[in-house]
């Protein structure tokens, strides 16, 4: 269920946390994006985007895990030679 | 081509407005001055100075025909209009069976109250896509319809070209072995004919891919490249022009996802609104399925246009189950390419 | 884009796959709860990338498979009504009632609109005063955000001409359904990581100690997929059964508490039918005491509760995972996209949709056969 896209916020408008919006990049396509839900986020930031609306801030820090796990775990040769 | 004084010299019906009324597909002053001043005028050529119920052509040897009728919301879009689609789809249509369009037919289908810049418009793209294949709009129909019937405006267009191949060209001569290549990116006009709708409040800079193919096809054609079969990728997009190739081939096609290109914003919008890039619909685009000797060349002859600059082999045909489409995925891993089945939808899950 | 491409890297897909097959000692049955995890492994072919006998079993996460066929009906039946406006995302359209579909509806000169945003539905509605705005509002967790934001914003400028359809419904109670069935064969599951945005994972602790189940909340890409078969399968084998988060880029224990602040306020924990699952207590959102003026079920009348008509299709069973699409004997037979006989079948994300789609006709009847 539930397609949620990221994109990065280009720049917000509006006072009422419950109507703020940001123009959001989404890899070259821009969409007015409701920020209501995430009133943390600034220009700059990715948010997850489910139906107009931004679900959460991604964190950036927290997105290299995948990689970080794999490393861990002892695949890094593999990756490090593919790769 | 523009008359500026229309509104002024148009005995429009009652209302006045600078629409299309309901006279002017009533066979009588109203549309003569219709056709006079803005049809006639933008497609001034001989065949149509005759004011006759018909052209007249000397064509000699084979001869492709082909229809096919225009319907799309909105009428004007980025990279186009209906216009530059009815005529640039019927010219790449005979281009598809290796034939060098050269006379058109043109029907137009007006709704009551449709801005007659608008028209104006649509026959100005018609005239310079027409100028640009280097083909004649020899004949045309204009019918009126009561506010509400058609949206806007319909088109259809028929052509005639001289076939320009020598060997048939079509599914029945794929053969297990030979190279699929595109002609370049896909996606562009279906998802700029969908950002322009509204409701959707995309802002992008992606313009339809709309645009003639003949050349690179006829180049091809008289490289003497040894080409089975050619699609031009319209609605449905690569999967269904592939699906429909192997299945009237009775050949099976193995495609890699990795070798197709999709514009960065493209493949954005496709993964917002939930579509396959593979399902959308392209306007300037065409899959050539040529003997696997001849695909190196057959790929630099393309990119030599600017309209195939960007064209790549993107699979092999084989010899397993007819209509079986297959397409490598990022992971390694080969998934069946159907249809789309019914009317693409986004989605939200 | 950023965030997306990283996820789908084939080496590192290779690695966690080889993970997998590493420390996996015996077979293992998960359930992936969400539709789109299910799109994800059926397009990517990420099943295939596992060893022989762990088995990925598709979950009930697709809000448009679930929705009653009486909801169907009901949208249906107010669209007919020269009035109103009927406002829907896409993939609803598609979807049978217990007569046609709402593109069906269409045809017949209904006025259906097919929107991205809820708040596009309010849009409509102010641009149309003397019409009956409806949004069909479906979804889990993750949509009712955004739904109860329309009718939050239509109740604060006053908007009379709007109102909601409501069939929303919340994953744990169908995981416990799930949990608690007979035939029950799940061993491990993947949380759907954008309800888990939204909620959080407070939720998961009590059924994963209950029902000693591991519980990992996982993302939506490959890579997102492949860990979080890893981490359920490394905590499977190790005897343990805990919640862990995968998709932490995303999901924090907490959740977005703006969200389920105001998803707390518009609306309320009801009893709610599953389409093929049934009637599960607690496991829907119904608009609350103080939004009811904007349930189109009080402005056009309930939904009736009728039983489900019988039928030969499997989807019940393929939407609590005990049984794959392939072993329904009207699968790609006289079931497919273009005549479909269930709801898995004709919605996109359904699993049988997406078996027929990437997998075919052929190849999923001889994976059934071996």
Request: hydrophobic share 45%; charged share 20%.
């Amino acid at each position: 269920m539930c397609l949620a896209v990221p994109g990065r916020i280009l720049s917000t408008s509006g006072d009422d946390p419950l109507m703020r919006v940001g123009r959001v990049d989404f890899g070259g396509v821009l969409k007015e994006i409701n920020l209501a839900y995430t009133p943390e986020a600034t220009i700059g930031d990715y948010v997850l985007v489910h139906v107009g609306f931004a679900i959460t801030v991604i964190d950036e820090a927290e997105a290299e895990k995948v990689f970080a796990h794999l490393r861990e775990i002892g695949e890094l040769e593999d990756l490090e030679e593919a790769g | 081509m523009t008359d500026g004084d229309f509104s002024l010299a148009c005995p429009a019906p009652a209302g006045g407005d600078d629409t299309v009324q309901m006279a002017h597909g009533g066979g009588g002053r109203a549309m003569e001055r219709l056709l006079d001043t803005i049809i006639r005028p933008a497609f001034d050529n001989p065949h149509l100075a005759r004011r006759h119920d018909g052209a007249v052509l000397d064509l000699a040897g084979p001869v492709a025909f082909t229809t096919d009728s225009y319907v799309v919301k909105p009428l004007v879009f980025p990279g186009g209009d209906i216009g530059t689609l009815a005529v640039n789809g019927t010219v790449n249509d005979l281009a598809m069976c290796g034939a060098r369009a050269a006379h058109l037919s043109v029907g137009l289908i007006l709704e009551e109250g449709l801005p007659l810049d608008t028209l104006r418009r649509v026959v100005a793209s018609m005239r310079s896509a027409a100028d640009a294949a280097g083909v004649t709009l020899v004949t045309g129909d204009t019918k009126v319809v009561d506010h509400g019937k058609a949206d806007g405006l319909f088109v259809n267009t028929a052509g005639l070209g001289p076939v320009v191949s020598a060997a048939p060209i079509g599914p029945d001569a794929v053969r297990a072995g030979d190279a699929v290549i595109l002609s370049g990116d896909i996606g562009r006009h279906g998802i700029a004919v969908m950002a322009a709708r509204e409701g959707f409040g995309f802002e992008t800079v992606i313009e339809s891919d709309c645009a003639p193919v003949v050349d690179p096809v006829m180049a091809l054609i008289e490289a003497g490249v040894a080409v089975h079969c050619l699609r031009d990728l319209t609605r449905g997009g690569l999967a269904s022009a592939a699906v429909e190739i192997g299945e009237a081939a009775g050949v099976s096609i193995a495609l890699d996802e990795a070798s197709i290109p999709v514009r960065e914003d493209v493949n954005a919008a496709c993964e917002i609104l939930g579509l396959d890039p593979l399902h959308v619909a392209n306007e300037g685009r065409f899959v050539a399925f040529v003997a696997e000797a001849d695909a190196e060349r057959a790929i630099d002859i393309l990119r030599r246009f600017a309209v195939s600059a960007g064209a790549v082999r993107i699979g092999t045909v084989g010899g397993g189950a007819a209509g079986e489409v297959t397409c490598r995925g990022a992971l390694g891993v080969d998934r069946i390419v159907d249809m789309l089945s019914g009317e693409q939808l986004p989605r939200i899950c | 884009m950023k965030f997306r491409d990283e996820y789908r890297d084939p080496v590192a897909a290779r690695g966690y796959a080889d993970a997998i097959a590493r420390i996996t000692t015996r077979p293992w049955t998960l359930m992936e709860v969400c539709g789109g995890q299910t799109h994800a492994i059926v397009r990517y072919g990420i099943d295939e990338l596992l060893p022989d006998g762990v088995t990925l079993v598709h979950g009930p996460g697709c809000p448009v498979c679930v929705t009653p066929a009486e909801y169907i009906d009901k949208a249906i039946e107010i669209v007919a009504r020269p009035e109103t406006i009927l406002c829907s995302f896409g993939d609803m359209l598609r979807v049978a009632g217990t007569g046609g579909d709402l593109l069906a509806a269409k045809s017949r000169g209904g006025d259906v609109r097919v929107v991205y945003s809820p708040l596009d539905a309010l849009t409509i509605a102010r641009a149309n005063p003397d019409r009956e705005v409806v949004f069909f509002a479906v979804g889990f967790e993750t949509t009712a955000p955004a739904n109860a934001m329309a009718a939050y914003q239509a109740k604060r400028e006053g908007l009379t001409n709007v109102s909601l359809l409501v069939s929303h419904v919340l994953v744990p109670p169908a995981m416990r359904t799930i949990l608690d069935g007979p035939t029950n064969r799940i061993q491990g599951f993947l949380a759907a990581g954008h309800v888990c945005t939204v909620m959080g994972f407070e939720e998961y602790y009590p059924i994963a100690a209950q029902y000693h189940v591991p519980i990992v909340v996982t993302g939506f890409e490959p890579l997102d997929i492949l860990e979080g078969v890893y981490m359920t399968i490394r905590q499977l084998e190790e005897g343990r059964a805990e919640v862990e988060n995968q998709y932490s880029r995303s999901v924090t224990r907490a959740g977005n508490r703006t969200a389920q602040t105001i998803i707390g306020e518009v609306f309320r924990v009801t009893p709610r039918r599953w389409r093929g699952i049934g009637d599960i207590a607690e496991s829907g959102l119904g608009l609350s005491d103080a939004y009811a003026g904007f349930d189109a079920e009080r402005r056009f009348g309930p939904v009736s509760s009728g039983a489900e008509a019988k039928t030969e299709c499997i989807s019940g069973l393929v939407l609590r995972g005990e049984k794959k699409p392939p072993e329904c004997p009207a699968f790609g037979t006289h079931c497919t996209p273009e005549r479909p006989l269930g709801v898995t079948m004709v919605s996109s994300e359904g699993a049988c949709a997406a078996y027929y789609r990437y997998r075919g006709r052929k190849s999923a009847s001889l994976e059934a056969a071996s």
